[in-house]
C-alpha cells in the first residue's frame, strides 16, 4: 500500500522508517532462533548445535531468509526514501505467517473459530492487494483519464488519502465478488486487468466460500449426528407406541446430554489414540475421583491405574432408582456429577443425601465372608435430577486385583473394618473364614513346597543320570586303552 500510495508513504515516513528496521532486526533475531531450533530425527529432539545448522543451511526456508534480510533499502542513497518497492523481498518472509497459521491450527482448542478467522483474513489481504493494483494502475494511466480509472485528485472530494484508499477498497470488494456495477474498463490494459479480476474472484472466492460452507458443516457435524440420533429414537417409539411420558421423559434426557456436552462417546473418540495416551487421559481424568473411594485410599498406584481403565460412566434420569435394598451387588459407583438420596422402601422418605465425590457399592463387590447383608445392598439409591456416575463392576474389579494379591488383601481388610464400625460383620463367621482361608494358605504352601522339592529332585536326577553318563564313557575308554597295551605288549 506504500508503494501505490504515496501520500501514506510521505506523510508518516519516520513511522515507516523505525517500522521497517525494527522488522528487519526481527527477522535477523528469527534467522539466528531457526539456527538453534531442534527439529526430531525418529521422535527424538536433537539438540546438537553443529546438526541444527546444517538441518536449517539446507533448507529453502534458509535461502529465502537471506534473501529476505538483504539490505536492499541501502538504494535509498541513490533514488531517495520515498521508494518501498526495494524492500519488496521482505515478502519472502511470507511462509512464516502459514507456518504459524499451520501450528495455531493444530494447538488451539477451536480450530473451527480460527479457520474461519484465517479466510476471512485472506479474504481482506486479497480485496486489499486488489485495490493497490487498481490506484497504481489509475496513476499510470492517470487520475481522471476516464471512467474506469480513479477520479482526478485535485477534486478536492477525492484528493485526500482516506478517500483514495476507501474507494478503491470498495471497487476491488465489488469487482472480486461480483455482486455490484462498476464503471466498465475503457483501454486494453483495463479490460485485461478486470478479465484477470473476475477470474480471481470466480476462482479464489468460490473455493473460499466452499471452505466456509465445508467448516460451518463440520462445526455442526455432532449437533447433526446427534440430531439424527434422536430422530431415530422418535421414530421408533412412534412405531412402538411408546406412552407420552416415556417419550417425553426419553426426549429430556438427550436434551440433558447435548446441554451439558455429554453427547460425545469418549470411547469412540479415544480409539485412535496408543493404549499408553489412552491410559495416560483416563488417569488424568478419573484417578482422583478414584482415590476417594475408602476402600481404595492408599492402594497401589498400579491397582488404581488398572481400576481406572475400567471406570464406565453412566447417566441418571431424574426419579431412576441406581440400586434398591436387597439386590445383589455386581457394581460399585462413584458420584461424578449430580445429587442422589438414599430412601425408604415407599420412595418417599429420605433418609441421606449423597454428593458428587461420594460413593456406594464397594462393600458389596469385594464378598467380605462373614457380613450379615452377603453381596447384597443394603439401601435404596434414586437419583434427584440428572447424576452422572463411573461404574466398577465386579468381574472389572477381581480381574485387576488377581494381580496384586497384597492389594486384595488390603482391601479385604479395610472392607471388613467397615462393616465392623457399621455393625455389619458376623464377626464368628468371619473367623470361621478367615481359619478356612488360613488352611487353604498352609496347603497352598504345603504345595508349592512340594512343587519345590520336585523341581530339586528332578534336578538332581539329571545330575546323578550325567555323571552315570560321564562314568561309563571314562570306564569304557580306559578299557579300551587297556585292550590295546595288551595287544602292543603280545606282539
Known sequence: SRACFTDLQKTYLVLWLVLDYISDALYLGDTVIRLHTGFLEQGLLVKDLKKLRDNYIHTLQFKLDVLSTLPTDLAYFLVGLHCPELRFNRLLRFSRMFEFFDRTETRTSHPNIFRICNLVLYILVIIHWNACIYYAISKAIGFGEDSWVYPNVTDPEYGHLTREYVYCLYWSTLTLTTIGETPPPVRDEEYLFVIFDFLVGVLIFATIVGNVGSMISNMNATRAEFQAKIDAIKHYMQFRKVSKDLETKVIKWFDYLWTNKKAVDEREVLKNLPDKLRAEIAINVHLETLKKVRVFQNCEAGLLVELVLKLRPQVFSPGD???????????????????????????????????????????????????????????????????????????????????????????????????????????????????????????????????????????????????????????????????????????
Open 321 to 491: 432408582y441406581v440400586c434398591r435394598k436387597g439386590d445383589i451387588g455386581k457394581e460399585m459407583y462413584i458420584i461424578k456429577e449430580g445429587k442422589l438420596a438414599v430412601v425408604a422402601d415407599d420412595g418417599m422418605t429420605q433418609y441421606a443425601l449423597l454428593t458428587a465425590g461420594g460413593c456406594f457399592g464397594e462393600i458389596s463387590i469385594l464378598n467380605i465372608k462373614g457380613s450379615k447383608m452377603g453381596n447384597r445392598r443394603t439401601a435404596n439409591i434414586r437419583s434427584l435430577g440428572y447424576s452422572d456416575l463411573f461404574c466398577l463392576s465386579k468381574e472389572d474389579l477381581m480381574e485387576a486385583i488377581t494381580e496384586y494379591p497384597d492389594a486384595k488383601r488390603i482391601l479385604e481388610e479395610r472392607g471388613r473394618e467397615i462393616l465392623i464400625k457399621e455393625g455389619l460383620l458376623d464377626e464368628s463367621a468371619a473367623e470361621e473364614s478367615t481359619e478356612g482361608k488360613s488352611m487353604e494358605e498352609r496347603l497352598d504352601r504345603v504345595a508349592s513346597s512340594l512343587d519345590t522339592l520336585h523341581m530339586r529332585f528332578g534336578r538332581l536326577l539329571t545330575e546323578y543320570n550325567d555323571a552315570q553318563m560321564q562314568l561309563k564313557q571314562r570306564i569304557t575308554a580306559l578299557e579300551s586303552k587297556m585292550r590295546q597295551e595288551e595287544l602292543e605288549d603280545f606282539f
